[in-house]
């Protein structure tokens, strides 16, 4: 989505916080924040092999 002047929300927020740095640079003692969201996210990521026990189971149950 295109913001008030044709730029990207992205670029909004990462200049008006450069900005905010470069005006008063006491205030950081870290390097600012990275602006760019993370290609994937999960709460619960499934695992990459079947649990064992779980796969036991469902052979015991068949």
């Known amino acids: 989505m295109i913001g008030d002047y044709g730029i990207s929300p992205h670029y909004q927020h990462a200049a008006a916080y450069e900005t905010a740095r470069r005006s008063n640079p ?3 003692s870290r390097s600012t924040r990275c602006w760019r ?3 994937e996210m ?3 990521k499934p695992t ?3 649990d064992p026990i779980l796969a036991l189971a469902l052979i015991q149950i068949a």
Do not use: G, K, L
Request: charged share 35%; proline share 17%; net charge negative.
């Open 26 to 28: 006491t205030r950081w």
């Open 48 to 50: 990459e092999e079947p």
């Open 42 to 44: 999960w709460i619960n």
């Open 37 to 39: 969201q993370p290609e």
